[in-house]
Structure formats: C-alpha cells, structure tokens
C-alpha cells in the first residue's frame, strides 16, 4: 500500500523553526515525487514545496522562497521540509502527497497522488 504519515508540527512563535517529516511506505522516493501542500479552514488548499524523484529539482511558492527548503533522504524513505522565519500566516494543517508531474512549472496546480494525515502547525506569540 502507498502511504505518507506527516509528522513534526507543533507550536512555534514568529520567528522561529520547525521541521516537518513526510514518512513513507509502499513506494521508492527514486520513483516518486513529493510536494508539501498546507490547508486552512474556509480556505483553498495551497502547494508550498516540491521536489523530484531523481535529478535535483525543488520548487516552492513564492511566499516561502528563502524560508523553507525541502529535502529527502531516499534512504530512510523520508521527506523534510524545514521551516525558518516562520511567521502567523505560516499557520496549516501541513500534508505531504506524491506529485504526478515530477514537480514541473505548474506543480503549484497539486496534481496529487495520495496523501495521508497532516500535521498542524501554529505560529503565533
């Protein structure tokens, strides 16, 4: 079975760092690509990164540039997504999901596979 667990959120204050993991099972991260989306209540779910299955390649939306890097280790099967300079509207539900482009220029449009339980993050003082 293809499974993805997010896990790491928690409560941080403005400023501040997480990491996320994305754990998964059932597939290889050499023939996959993984994108992190963020959903908020009332709100159209948003991607915020993505990275491919083989050659390197990242993408990220443009209010998260220079904040959070994504990276995986294909190894232990797990994908990260640091997080820095958080700020209050950084607040989600964070889910990782397989990505059917292989992170293209419109991977933004989250042509999704599967995904699993997110992780909430909540960034305030």
């Known amino acids: 079975q293809v499974l993805l667990q997010a896990y790491g959120g928690g409560l941080v204050q403005p400023g501040g760092s997480l990491r996320l993991s994305c754990a998964v099972s059932g597939f290889s991260l050499d023939d996959y690509a993984i994108a992190w989306f963020r959903q908020v209540p009332g709100k159209e779910r948003e991607g915020v990164a993505c990275i491919g299955n083989g050659y390197v390649k990242t993408r990220y939306v443009d209010s998260v540039k220079g904040r959070f890097t994504i990276t995986k280790d294909n190894y232990k099967k797990t994908v990260f997504l640091q997080m820095n300079s958080l700020k209050p509207e950084d607040t989600a539900v964070y889910h990782c999901?397989?990505?059917?482009?292989?992170?293209?220029?419109?991977?933004?449009?989250?042509?999704?596979?599967?995904w699993g339980v997110g992780t909430l993050v909540t960034v305030s003082s």
């Open positions: 999901a397989t990505e059917v482009t292989n992170c293209n220029s419109r991977w933004d449009l989250l042509d999704l596979g599967r």
